[in-house]
């Protein structure tokens, strides 16, 4: 069965750090891209990051480019993204989503509150 | 960036009728590569986004055929010939033809 899922979120004060974790299970996960999509509460979906099946090719939205970085580790069929100088506007729901050009597959998704 | 608008925001349907939700691009939508990268998502209340549609028309496993995805360049339509109850949430476009990614604002489903 074709899963993905999400792990990680929490309550962070603004300024801190938190890394999300997306492990996969049931498809070749090194053969895929994968994106990390996020919605504020009662919002619409917005783009985060996207990094290719080797990891080579890295894009971020610029909203968060710069705090946040993208990575994963094909041995263990998990995608991470780790989160820096959070602002309250990062305050979402954080979905990991597979495949480069369709989003086939999505996870349950974590929330990160960012909140004095 | 390319800016994707979708019409209309909301649509009250009656159960049984079609409906049809459009999706326009600042840009085209063709890759180099040939294809359109341009998809559909459902998302049903309190659950994560699904896909319906990639690369404008193909329906993905287990989608119903009631669901259909049109048209090329910067203008694409979904359409659903017959309303059912579960088709109510919110629906998504998406194009992933050139970074950043960048959805639409969504159009809520409801039924009249």
């Known amino acids: 069965q074709v899963q993905l899922v999400e792990s990680g979120g929490g309550v962070v004060q603004p300024g801190g750090s938190l890394r999300l974790s997306c492990a996969a299970s049931?498809?070749?996960?090194?053969?895929?891209?994968m994106h990390w999509v996020r919605q504020a509460p009662a919002k619409g979906l917005e783009w985060v990051a996207f990094?290719?099946?080797?990891?080579?090719?890295?894009y971020y939205a610029d909203s968060v480019k710069g705090r946040f970085h993208i990575s994963r580790d094909n041995s263990k069929n998990t995608l991470y993204l780790q989160m820096n100088s959070l602002r309250t506007e990062d305050t979402a729901v954080y979905y990991c989503?597979?495949?480069?050009?369709?989003?086939?597959?999505w996870g349950q998704g974590t929330m990160v509150t960012v909140s004095s | 960036d390319i800016v994707v608008t979708q019409t209309p925001l909301s649509s009250p349907v009656t159960l049984g009728q079609p409906a049809s939700i459009s999706c326009r691009s600042s840009?085209?939508?063709?890759?180099?590569?040939?294809?359109?990268?341009l998809s559909w998502l459902q998302q049903r209340p309190g659950q994560p986004p699904r896909l319906l549609i990639y690369?404008?028309?193909y329906r993905f496993s287990g989608v119903p055929d009631r669901f259909r995805g049109s048209g090329a360049g910067t203008d694409f339509t979904l359409k659903i010939s017959r309303v059912e109850a579960e088709d109510v949430g919110v629906y998504y476009c998406?194009?992933?033809?050139?970074?950043?990614?960048?959805f639409g604002q969504g159009t809520k489903l409801e039924i009249k």
């Open positions: 998406v194009q992933a033809t050139q970074f950043p990614v960048t």
């Open positions: 049931g498809f070749t996960f090194s053969n895929y891209g």
């Open positions: 990094i290719r099946y080797d990891g080579i090719s890295i």
């Open positions: 840009q085209s939508l063709v890759h180099s590569d040939g294809n359109t990268y």
């Open positions: 690369k404008i028309s």
């Open positions: 989503a597979k495949g480069a050009y369709a989003f086939d597959i």
